[in-house]
């Protein structure tokens, strides 16, 4: 349960805020003193959200804390599963998303992200959540895909965690750009004597997915120094995909149905020059030579094809990973000295390599426009009538006698593609005091570098150059060294020879780098009537670049994979911030007091020009017991190096062409005739690419942010029979982003150019003459708003320590009322709350609840997460059993529940031992079943993984 943590207030204005984090670091809250619960005044102290020490009970904006306990009460190994499972987060990459090979490259030049875990707050994206460490900026993922806008927390080690402060608030005034949903402030451990080992495994209660860490720190603290080591070692196992009946097939309930036209044997939809007979063709199972009979003009054969039917798609599904492994080692560091009573250096160092695993069924071939890759060497090719292995004897021209050619290679092997990131990171400061007038000021300078480096090999894919060149003429191929000619006619025809030439090792790498410097001051200025006028001021320098190399073999666009260009840029930033609080009155009629905290932010960036960001807030204590708290800011997202310098690159979505026969909407045939789509067109791969971009004009997202609510700790139940405390925390939220950096949904642009014929949606859609789209272009721009609302309820219940020990309650809630994405042309786009979308969601109720319980030795905890009802489109399922509302075309993903459970004891041995046993989804509660999803027949970002029930076992030992 994550109750707030209480302060010591009579240290909060003491010396001891010199030994706090940086100002920068929005510094630590102080810990309890003991178990016990305060009084019913509210006193915890949060200060991520403000600049100025002070030593208040609550600020004006709320911040949830995730207390050291709370993470280990969850059996959880990294912090992204840990943020994840606020009621507040939204859809953010774990490592259940097995993104490489199967989604390519987003939009904004980023990459998938493989392996990486990221935490979004109210749905409005990864990219709009800062993520700080002890209050210094981290540095952005890299996954050797793209140069990343985002953080990927599994570069933290979980280890060194002592708590997590989350602001869900825009923040922009305080800590500049990204803090748009709020902010994300990691704390490390740094008080700790002694030392203590920490070991812990689990698996599912399927035997697969086994967890295992061993966590090492030691500790020394002195009258003026302090020194804090950690070792971290975290090894999860793979979970596959075939092994989970919900994930075995591309959408679940329809078999193979919805697979791919990528076949081992290959699909060859060719016209027959010398009859004009229109064929769409497979290999019989098991012929390896097959004999083409060009008497034979329709499905009624009796050479080596048949027709391809729905029986003859391929079952990708069971290649996936349904848990993709991943190995974290990481070492961590921090000194401070007191130089003096009034100045203290600090030092911290950080080392963490991350490796992990994606992989794809294998890598399909596809040939001529209806493949549609947009590489002009697979969608223009020629198959030459010399080639020794082409059974029809006629030459194949792509696009006059040769539209698709759908050959998926099993001989090569899945695509596997092995991640490893390194992340480093060094800072340093000077943190001081001094007193002038009756006022105690507080000042820092700080400095740190950071970098986050990955690479990446694909083992699996093809050259298309050198394919089109064994399927060709055979003196070109002859002509050229290592040329062998290739056989794509029957499953197993690919010999080890031919792998040799057309399939490559391929390499690449990305980086992104961060160097900063920081300068802070803190203190009174002056004495109103009301009381002391709190002040903060500071300057902040960053430089942030960025790179992304593909493999050369990529680069000459010879890839048969996903392609991609070279991404390199950099820019810098200066910013000056003033924050003031402001007690307008004291304690009377009115109540205890009334503060005004203004805050304002001018940023300078080299790509765009500058920015001014406000923020202000009211902080109303009506009573010892009551808070009434509003706030009210301005805030922006300058475009990531990504966004404004990402090249050409490609991602595969999963589109359903409205042309396509049988009509979804039978009022848009006119309108596909007129896009040049002849009658009785029918999809042939639901699996369209698309080409995106960076762009250099691209202006910062702007936004307005509103909160307000109440804390109420009622002095009824302080200290009462059936209660030590009770506190009610409401906060009601709105976010309104104007000119977000996005692609249009490519669905969305595809059913608006069908439906309207307006240039501004079919520029850049192509087809082919048969119909298929064969291009398709989806920039980046400033375009539409997201606008979102809603309410967070929360409750805290301690009941008094009887002779069955101390019960606590926690109950966590968020609920969406509104969430609204506009395009550029008002056009609305599907997300909004209820509905199950692009592999998200946004569920109107959020629900976490815990129960508590501890007794001398013993400790127990029962945790229930739940997620409301969504809905989503049926999509190509409408017509299987599997669709709860054929009718409407409309498939419901019921309320599901989650319940989590954990005991332990602590021996008394050396400075304690304790051990813990725990089960997570108690009750194998299987997610509901997602039929829009891309993989694995369920929302990863939403649901636990099917079959998920775990369990696990944790010994730490304190000497």
Same mark, same amino acid.
């Given at each position: ?47 991520? *959200? ?15 804390? &995730? ?67 002890? $209050? ?11 140069? *990343? ?69 030691? $500790? ?55 009859? *004009? ?15 083409? %009979? ?75 426009? =209806? ?28 696009? =006059?006698?040769?539209?698709?050619? *759908? ?59 050198? /394919? ?103 820019? %810098? ?34 790509? !765009? ?100 609510? !109440? &804390? ?17 925390? &409401? ?9 977000? /950096? ?43 708003? /997201? ?6 309820? %929360? ?73 409301? %009802? ?58 509901? /079943? ?30």
């Amino acid at each position: 349960m994550m109750l707030p943590t209480p302060s010591r207030l009579a240290r909060a204005v003491q010396l001891s805020l010199l030994l706090a984090l940086p100002a920068t670091a929005a510094a630590q809250d102080a810990r309890p003193a003991s178990t016990t619960p305060d009084t019913r005044t509210l006193d915890a102290v949060q200060v991520t *959200g403000t600049r100025i020490r002070r030593a208040e009970l609550e600020g004006e904006v709320p911040v949830h804390t &995730v207390t050291r306990a709370d993470i280990e009460r969850s059996g959880l190994t990294s912090i992204g599963d840990v943020v994840q499972q606020l009621t507040g987060s939204g859809s953010a990459l774990n490592t259940k998303f097995n993104s490489s090979g199967n989604f390519g490259f987003p939009p904004d030049g980023s990459g998938v992200g493989a392996g990486s875990a990221q935490v979004d707050l109210r749905h409005l994206g990864s990219k709009r959540v800062l993520v700080l460490v002890d $209050g210094i900026r981290w540095v952005n993922e890299s996954s050797a895909s793209g140069v *990343g806008a985002a953080t990927d927390l599994n570069t933290i080690p979980l280890a060194i965690v002592d708590r997590i402060e989350v602001l869900e608030d825009g923040a922009s005034s305080l800590y500049g750009s990204d803090a748009i949903a709020g902010v994300v402030n990691i704390i490390t451990r740094r008080d700790f004597d002694g030392a203590q080992v920490t070991l812990n495994y689990g698996e599912f209660d399927e035997g697969d997915g086994a967890s295992k860490g061993v966590d090492l720190a030691w $500790g020394r603290t002195t009258e003026r120094s302090s020194l804090f080591l950690s070792l971290s070692h975290t090894d999860q196992d793979v979970v596959y995909a075939r092994d989970r009946e919900q994930s075995r097939f591309p959408v679940p309930g329809t078999g193979v149905a919805l697979g791919s036209s990528g076949i081992p044997a290959g699909r060859f939809m060719v016209r027959d020059p010398n009859t *004009g007979a229109t064929l769409d063709l497979v290999p019989n199972s098991g012929v390896t030579d097959p004999l083409y %009979d060009p008497s034979q003009t329709g499905c009624a054969r009796s050479d080596g094809f048949h027709c391809f039917s729905t029986a003859d798609r391929f079952n990708f599904a069971e290649y996936n990973l349904l848990l993709t492994p991943s190995k974290r080692s990481g070492a961590f560091g921090q000194f401070r000295f007191d130089i003096n009573p009034g100045l203290q250096w600090y030092a911290k160092a950080l080392v963490n390599r991350r490796e992990s695993t994606n992989q794809a069924a294998p890598e399909p071939i596809f040939l001529g426009p =209806e493949g549609a890759t947009g590489n002009p060497l697979a969608d223009n090719i020629t198959i030459s009538a010399r080639n020794l292995y082409n059974p029809f004897g006629f030459d194949l021209v792509s696009g =006059e006698n040769l539209f698709l050619v *759908g050959r998926r290679p099993l001989e090569g092997g899945a695509r596997v593609f092995e991640q490893k990131v390194d992340t480093q990171y060094v800072g340093t400061g000077l943190v001081g005091s001094f007193e002038a007038g009756n006022s105690l000021w507080f000042w820092d300078v700080n400095a740190a570098w950071s970098r986050n480096k990955a690479r990446q090999t694909n083992r699996g894919s093809y050259n298309i150059f050198n /394919i089109a060149l064994a399927l060709g003429d055979p003196d070109a191929c002859a002509a050229v060294a290592g040329c062998v000619p290739l056989d794509i006619f029957g499953a197993g025809t690919i010999t080890p020879q031919m792998l040799g030439w057309i399939q490559p090792l391929v390499r690449d790498e990305s980086q992104n780098e961060l160097r900063l410097a920081s300068a802070n001051i803190s203190g009174d200025l002056f004495r109103l009537p009301a009381g002391q006028v709190g002040f903060a001021a500071g300057y902040e320098f960053r430089e942030y670049k960025g790179w992304y190399q593909p493999d050369p073999l990529t680069v000459r666009g010879h890839y048969n994979g996903v392609p991609s260009l070279p991404t390199a840029g950099s820019y %810098d930033v200066n910013e000056v911030f003033v924050e003031l609080d402001v007690p307008i009155f004291g304690e009377g009629v009115l109540g205890q007091s009334l503060n005004l905290n203004v805050a304002g932010r001018y940023s300078d960036y080299s790509t !765009f020009g500058g920015e001014f960001t406000p923020k202000y807030g009211l902080r109303w204590q009506v009573s010892e017991d009551f808070l009434l708290r509003a706030t009210y800011a301005e805030g922006f997202r300058a475009p990531s190096i990504g966004e404004l310098f990402g090249s050409d690159s490609r991602f595969d979505a999963q589109l359903i062409d409205p042309c396509s026969e049988p009509f979804l909407d039978a009022s848009v045939e006119s309108n596909c005739r007129a896009l040049g789509v002849p009658a009785g067109f029918a999809q042939v791969n639901p699996q369209i690419s698309i080409t995106t971009g960076g762009n250099r004009e691209l202006e910062p997202e702007r936004a307005r942010s509103f909160t307000t609510g !109440f &804390v109420w700790s009622p002095w009824f139940a302080a200290n009462s029979s059936w209660a030590d405390r009770f506190d009610v925390e &409401v906060t009601f939220y709105r976010h309104d982003i104007q000119g977000p /950096i996005q692609a249009l949904s490519a669905q969305t642009q595809l059913d608006l150019c069908v439906r309207t014929l307006d240039e501004a949606y079919c520029d850049g859609i192509g087809r082919a003459a048969t119909g298929g789209i064969n291009a398709f272009n989806n920039r980046l721009t400033n375009l539409g708003s /997201i606008k979102t609302d809603g309410w967070d309820v %929360d409750f805290y219940w301690t009941l008094p320590e009887t002779a069955a020990g101390r019960f606590a309650f926690g109950w966590q809630n968020t609920f969406v009322g509104r969430y609204e994405a506009v395009g550029g042309a008002g056009q609305l786009q599907p997300r909004r709350p209820g509905i199950e979308v692009e592999d998200s969601a946004i569920p109107e109720w959020a629900s976490t609840a815990s129960l508590d319980w501890t007794r001398e030795a013993w400790n127990a905890s029962w945790t229930l997460r739940h997620v409301s %009802d969504l809905v989503e489109d049926c999509g190509n399922a409408v017509t299987f059993p599997v669709c709860s509302d054929p009718a409407n075309g409309r498939n419901r993903l019921g309320s599901t529940t989650f319940h989590d459970l954990q005991a332990g004891y602590r021996f008394d041995w050396q400075q304690g031992l304790t051990l813990t046993a725990g089960l997570n989804n108690v009750f194998a509660k299987d997610p509901p /079943i997602c039929l829009s999803c891309s993989l694995n027949g369920y929302d990863a970002s939403t649901y636990d993984m099917p079959g998920s029930r775990f369990w696990y076992l944790r010994a730490d030992l304190r000497f």
